[in-house]
């Protein structure tokens, strides 16, 4: 495998070589180098052609289609029979117009997964839709795919499995043949490909070898036929996060040493065995920093090596009936968005179409849903004809390019400063909650730390504060409102230069206080939202709410089991999403001879009976608490019931005066007046048992018919001798009582 990754180096040095990497994103480090040379040759690392056009179009799609499609699994093991791939209503041009709707601006298609079906005619194989019934064979997904691309406008790429659990020859030097054969049909019969994507997995093959996979020559093959094209994750141009949830790195670097080119690690890192139909999640592997400062310090060579983040709109890659209610809401892919594409990486979302050949409805709602609400976001740049002035900018390069959009016009710090204000007098106050900022990484990418500010009286907060740009970062706080903003670069490898800045105001936030629990004679729930003036409508009836339902005014009283919808909408009339809360009404009620502490009264009204046993917090609010007091609590269940065991979960912390009860009685009743005992146990070493912080149960089992349960817990009263709070009232806390 070393020798493997080895060759690879080589092969891509090769061609790093033979093409020079196009001027500056590769980048060697000579060892006299000092930290501060290091940085600055760091800064000087740049895209190449075709990684810039690729990072601009910071979002595209994934389609994994295919016999998998059909067998409802996610790896296939290349037995497959043909005749199963069948889509009854194939339809590219709804999946690209779809996406071209969306905002997405190119789709890679997995012309063959693992399982060796080429969604394509290959002269090469007959484990392809010329086997299958669609079309009676004569039809050709990877065609009908481009064509609504070009039809769409909308850049292309393919996906080619390395691995092929159907072909004879993997495993033999002839597969490296039969491969870039394959490559080349895809490569020259349908007309321009923007992205090749080459995943990790390496397996076995049906002789049960493993391929040496022949990348230098892959790898030319596709430099020669499609020179735009960007080769990724098994390739030179294009990095893998190192996650599939969505969630890119915070401090971002698109230059990074040579090695994280390891592809050996990428294989060993990517997805493992899906052979059961089973999707299996990754692990991540994401080590937080790949570029600081230290992680340079020791490199041979830098490269632009950018990031990927790629994730799946549902649980699987694959489409599967199972998943339909699974697609991921907006808000979801709202904050992947602002955690992909907003962390300096391109997202590359999988939308995989369905038995049909078409995108679920479900999954083409959530994709214009997010659509919507990031328009809603990002339409209006709350600084656009802002008043702008920087404490220094390099000539031609003056503060106010930087709201003008593109890269083209930007602002530039004074040759060899690394740190600058930029100020911007919004002409009136303005609430935003969102700030987005680019550099001009057609310069590289150098700043290293900044943060926001904003005039409120007579100085400047700060609002938030961060390290990486790159092509975007998206930066999310709680509203803020004021007329003058500042936005500091405190940090850089060299002259930093942006080429973007914008605040903006996302929909408003809403939350229902509390989100739901139990109660027993009537409850109050407030419905808050972010910024004063927005407006908020809520049903009771379990339908969404919108601006007619009932308006809130005043907190809500609740007297039975209800699930309340809200929604808010701000001055722009802008929505928020919509939250909800399901509120029970108990057939139960708790009572209590000594009431609980006012400090630790519990989040509701049945907290020691919700069916929650508290984490170990006292003060989660799911624990009650009694100072110096007994806890004697009767639970009455309204008619006779039959159970057979009842447990009280007590809380210990010595060290914040919380003791274990020094006794617990657990008694039965049929009339509330009469209680027998269902059993009952002395706690001799309450005090000196244990440390820190510890949950102890008591049970009593035993058939019983009874209305009544009465849990005393007895509280030693006062902190023991030799404990630092001798002498002053100890505590007691419960949670949960739990009645089979
Ligand atoms: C992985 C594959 O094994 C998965 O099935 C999927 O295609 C993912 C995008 O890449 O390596």
Redesign the pocket.
């Known amino acids: 495998m070393k020798k493997f990754f080895t060759l690879l180096l080589l092969a891509v040095l090769f061609l790093g070589c033979q093409e020079k990497y196009e001027s500056g994103s590769f980048i060697s480090i000579d060892p006299d180098d000092s930290p501060k040379e290091i940085a600055i040759k760091a800064a000087h690392v740049t895209p190449s052609e075709r990684q810039l056009a690729w990072q601009d179009m910071e979002y595209t799609a994934?389609c994994?289609f295919g016999i998998n499609t059909f067998t409802d699994r996610?790896?296939g093991d290349g037995q497959e029979d043909p005749q199963w791939f069948n889509p009854t209503d194939f339809d590219a041009r709804q999946w690209v117009s779809t996406f071209a709707e969306a905002g997405i601006k190119m789709l890679i298609i997995?012309a063959k997964?693992?399982d060796g079906f080429c969604l394509w005619p290959s002269k090469y194989t007959d484990h392809s839709v010329k086997s299958s019934p669609w079309m009676s064979g004569n039809g050709d997904v990877v065609k009908a795919v481009k064509e609504a691309c070009e039809e769409f406008d909308m850049k292309f790429g393919v996906?080619l499995s390395p691995w092929d659990r159907h072909e004879q020859s993997y495993g033999t030097e002839e597969y490296n043949t039969h491969f870039v054969n394959q490559l080349t049909e895809l490569l020259t019969e349908y007309g321009v490909v923007d992205e090749v994507w080459f995943?990790?997995?390496c397996g076995e093959g049906p002789n049960g070898k493993r391929q040496v996979y022949d990348w230098m020559r892959y790898y030319n093959t596709i430099r020669e036929l499609q020179p735009q094209a960007v080769i990724a994750i098994m390739g030179p141009d294009v990095r893998w996060v190192g996650t599939e949830s969505g969630y890119g790195r915070v401090m971002e670097w698109s230059v990074v040493p040579y090695n994280a080119m390891d592809t050996e690690d990428i294989a060993e890192n990517?997805?493992q065995d899906?052979s059961n139909g089973v999707f299996v999640p990754l692990g991540d592997k994401m080590a937080k920093d790949l570029g600081s400062r230290n992680k340079i310090r020791n490199a041979k060579s830098l490269i632009w090596y950018p990031s990927e983040v790629?994730v799946s709109i549902r649980p699987g890659?694959f489409y599967h009936e199972s998943q339909d209610d699974q697609v991921k809401s907006p808000e979801k892919l709202l904050d992947i968005w602002f955690s992909s594409v907003g962390r300096n990486s391109l997202l590359l979302l999988?939308i995989p179409p369905d038995k049909r050949g078409r995108i679920h409805e479900n999954d083409v709602k959530a994709l214009l849903d997010l659509k919507n609400i990031r328009e809603a976001i990002f339409s209006e740049n709350l600084a656009e004809g802002a008043g702008v002035k920087a404490t220094n900018s390099a000539f031609g390069h003056q503060a106010n390019n930087i709201l003008i959009p593109g890269r083209e016009d930007f602002w530039m710090a004074k040759k060899g400063e690394t740190e600058a204000d930029i100020e911007f007098d919004l002409g009136e106050e303005k609430t935003f909650d969102c700030l987005s900022l680019s550099e001009n990484i057609e310069l590289g990418q150098r700043v290293e730390q900044f943060s926001l500010e904003v005039w409120i009286g007579d100085r400047w907060r700060e609002i938030t504060r961060s390290t990486t740009i790159g092509n975007k970062r998206l930066l999310r706080f709680s509203p803020q409102t004021g007329q003058k903003v500042r936005l500091r670069i405190l940090q850089a490898r060299h002259t930093p230069a942006l080429a973007h800045f914008g605040i903006h105001k996302r929909p408003p936030q809403m939350e229902l206080k509390p989100m739901g629990g139990a109660f027993m004679e009537e409850m109050e729930i407030d419905l808050l939202t972010d910024v004063k003036g927005n407006k908020i409508y809520y049903t009771l009836n379990g339908q969404d709410p919108d601006e007619y339902s009932l308006k809130y005014t005043a907190p809500i009283k609740l007297t039975k089991t209800t699930q309340i919808k809200a929604i808010a909408y701000d001055s722009r009339g802008v929505a928020s999403f919509i939250r909800e809360g399901n509120y029970t009404k108990a057939t139960f009620s708790i009572s209590y001879k000594n009431a609980p502490s006012p400090k630790y009264p519990g989040n509701s009204q049945i907290v020691l009976m919700d069916g929650r046993k508290g984490i170990l917090d006292c003060g989660s609010g799911e624990w009650l608490g009694w100072e110096g007091d007994d806890m004697i609590t009767t639970i009455d269940f309204g008619e006779v019931k039959e159970f057979r065991r009842v447990t009280a979960d007590f809380f210990g912390n010595t060290g914040n005066w919380i003791f274990l009860p020094l006794e617990v009685k657990i008694e039965v009743s049929t009339n509330g007046t009469l209680y027998r005992s269902m059993g009952s146990f002395k706690n001799a070493k309450a005090w000196d048992s244990y440390n820190g912080a510890k949950r102890l149960g008591f049970s009593a089992t035993g058939f019983v018919n009874a209305r009544y349960v009465r849990v005393t817990a007895t509280n030693r009263g006062v902190c023991p001798k030799g404990h630092t709070g001798e002498g002053s009232k100890s505590w007691i806390f419960c949670d949960e009582i739990i009645v089979d």
């Open positions: 994934f994994h996610e790896w997995t997964h693992h996906y995943d990790g997995a990517s997805q899906a790629d890659w999988n």
